[in-house]
């Protein structure tokens, strides 16, 4: 019996899954299930890159891209909760040790640095440090 050959991961393609069950479900995003879906952001960086040498990158960078851009959608119709703004910067944190962390994945912070920036231009001015006025997830914060 032959060892069976595994399928690589790619973010970029659940995030679309996903996205596709809950807007068949309901007409607007189910922010709990979007907040299981950033919270896996470190697990597929994981996987997509070493099951997918060429491309994993690029489908971990697109999944985690897409998740943030449903952020900003959310953010634009005033629906944006601070439980989903703390899940992705916690992401955000968990994503940049890993990809500090594990040989052959720095190039992946700058996928990070992009999310990052995007999140941070959420935040209430003029400090960046809360959403709505409620203090968000930093590392190290308490």
Known sequence: MEPRQSQPTDYGRFVIHIVKRMTQQSSSIDQAMLRRAIGLASS???????????????????????????MVVLHSRGELELETVNEASKACSECWSVAGTWRGMEDCRQGVKEVATKLKKLLDEPHRRTYKGSKVYTPNSS
Request: proline share 0%.
């Open 44 to 70: 597929y960086l994981v996987t997509d890159t070493s099951t997918n040498l060429e491309r994993g990158i690029q489908t971990w960078c697109t999944g985690f891209h897409r998740l943030v851009d449903i």
